[in-house]
């Protein structure tokens, strides 16, 4: 009997040490706030993309392929998504629990915008990104749009997932990923629920945008791009090049251009100048916020504060 309460004791005192989840890494900033939902106090999920780069095209550095290397379960959007993690991923033990979410949640994919009004999609780093071995990658990512991650209703999705597969990791955890899971699908709702309030009033009003990713939120909340500007970030576009998109622009009687950061303000201004379309910087990945449980609720509250101000 004393022996039963010394086990019981020793069982309890070590209990908060034992709870610690280990070896969770996240590729992208929404990725992880979604699995730091899941996870709660139970442990910390290791961040790949931390600064405010885009995730398309990126590289990754020795310090982040390090991260990797304690990893137990990882996860991210797709393998055509984030091509800068095929090598690393394929080095990696195989006991190791790769979770693609697009692939593991079962979302359907969009097909990528790139006719008519809809201009090829080219992202910074893509040009050596095509030297390297992911070239097959590259082709099929041209027709699916990846962005799965803005639209709440992908987002509940892809929480199911991350609890299945961190249960499956960590068994013990599996009562508290559940609930807390349950509670992040909770606020997932809650948000649906405001953005709609928020979009509401600017439904059907046409707008173009630099970088094509709000296809899953457009389609979400009844929302009207019409077209978009292939611009390179890095390249003052030549004086031809601005006619033609500010022809663009009034052709297509946008209220709205939305630019993303790694477009200079003053690539932007060049474009509008002359013309009746307001701008705004849109964030598709949470460039500016914090990472961490709050930052996807962040994330998409402020793209649709920032189109229903332009657009209203
Ligand atoms: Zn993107």
Redesign the pocket.
């Known amino acids: 009997m004393k022996k039963l309460l010394w086990a019981a004791l020793i069982l309890f005192a070590s209990s908060p040490a034992m709870a610690e989840v280990e070896g969770v890494v996240s590729s992208i900033k929404p990725i992880h706030s979604l699995v730091e939902n899941v996870l709660g106090d139970s442990g910390k999920s290791a961040l790949i993309v931390t600064g405010n780069q ?3 095209g990126y590289h990754l550095r020795p310090s982040e392929v390090k991260k990797l290397s304690t990893a137990r379960v990882v996860f991210y959007i797709d393998d055509d998504f984030e091509t800068f993690l095929v090598k690393p991923l394929s080095n990696l033990d195989k006991n190791v629990v790769r979770v693609p979410l697009v692939k593991a949640a079962g979302i359907p994919l969009l097909e990528a915008r790139t006719s008519g009004t809809w201009e090829a999609h080219i ?1 910074a780093g893509e040009e050596d990104a095509k030297h390297d071995e992911h070239e097959e990658n590259d082709e099929h990512h041209a027709h699916e749009d ?2 799965v991650w803005l639209a709440p209703e992908n987002a509940i999705q892809m929480v199911g997932a991350i609890e299945k597969a961190l249960s499956e990791t960590y068994p013990a955890q599996a009562k508290t990923f559940h609930a807390n899971a349950a509670h992040t699908i909770k606020k997932l709702n809650a948000l649906d629920k405001k953005l709609r309030t928020t979009l509401k009033p600017v439904e059907g009003k046409p707008y173009i945008v630099f ?3 709000f296809q899953y939120f457009e389609k979400a909340y009844g929302l009207t791009s019409v077209g978009s500007i292939t611009l390179s970030p890095e390249q003052a576009p030549s004086a031809k090049r601005i006619k033609e998109v500010r022809a663009k622009v009034s052709g297509l009687k946008a209220v709205c251009v939305f630019s ?1 950061a790694q477009f200079s303000k003053r690539l932007v201004d060049s474009v509008m100048e002359g013309s009746t379309a307001k701008s705004r910087v849109l964030d ?2 949470g460039a500016n916020i914090q990472p961490g449980k709050d930052l996807y609720f962040i994330l998409l509250s402020r793209i649709a504060e920032r189109m229903e101000s332009c657009l209203k």
């Open positions: 885009s995730p398309h992202h990846m962005h970088h094509d990713a993303e598709e990945h």
